[in-house]
């Protein structure tokens, strides 16, 4: 069995097993990525390369500071809040909760938040009389689009900005309009639908608002310094391209500076951090590197044009600081990304009537096959560039 069979194999296999839930997820892509490295698709050290430490660091930076805020009682404090704002209206109580979680989620790791709303949600629910399942569907959907909303929103969202080197603004100011649509649109639907399920009497909004909330907030200083700190990170994520700095190092650069200013027993704190998260993706890094090895997605998104001698060339489009033949040099991220943004700007502003290159002051211009001359797809515009990877005669 051929390299790229065993790689396609050993995913297709793995996230089968995911998908079936019989056996938990971070144990089946870790099993998955250690079969990649024993079958000799990848060596250790590609498997250990392949790992995106800054997706690692990222998330651990923010659940440290996730963690940390809901040890001190705020997520619990702002739904009785939410429900007294609300004067015990079941509807209004449901919008409201779903707002907090959303905006939560924008800058929270999104199953934190939930898993942080839920119970406080229950008491609502027990509270006012209604059912609470109605409101959990909608909490957990409003975190699933306020996540999506920024770059540190949802683990996703950090990939494709990492492998795509996209800052914090360009991200948000492309997704987040959507996602405030989508929210806004979500917010009618469920209010709709829920008022034949969420109905109280007086009497139970009455006791919705004589709940004291004034003692749920167990550490006040704790959350004044994670506030300071949370808005310190956000502040970063928004400068970190002019600053210098990876989202991951200002993540990790929050978490370590709350740490030390709250004077947290470290192991307590990263006891709590989701490390079967951290590890599932772990795995699913060492996974996808090994179909990279093998060509197998390259294969898959490239393609083919015939060209007037008879041979057919296959290629594939690629950003400009990551065609195969730039590999051999070890730039930093930070000359790839002056680089990448330099092309980006000279393809965004170069009219398609001009040539990029004056015609030569001796000899000629070899014949160009009209064959080659390849319009990019949908997104690709600027800075991508198409790369011959493979040519046969096909006569």
Known sequence: MSEVHIALTIFVVTYVVIISEKIHKTTIALAGGMLVIAFHVLDTEQAFEAIDLDVIFLLVGMMIIANTMADTGVFRWMAIRSAKAANGSPIRVLILLCLITAVASAFLDNVTTVVLMAPVTLVVADTLGVKAVPMLIAEVLASNIGGTATLIGDPPNILIASHADID???????????????????????????????????EQRERVMAIDESGMITDPRLLRITLVVLAFTVLGFIMHGQLGYEPSMVALAGGSVLMLVARQEPHEVLRDIEWSTLFFFIGLFVLVAGLEETGLLETIGARAVDLTDGSTVTYSWYRFVDQPSFQQYEWSDAKKAKLQSFVEKIHAHWPIDRDYMAPPSNGRLVALDSSLLVIPPEGMETGYVPIVTHQEDTD
């Open 168 to 202: 914090f603004v360009t991200f948000f100011l492309n997704v987040g309009p959507v996602s405030i649509i989508t929210l806004a649109g979500f917010l009618v639907v469920a209010a709709f639908f829920a008022r034949w399920k969420v109905r109280a009497t007086p």
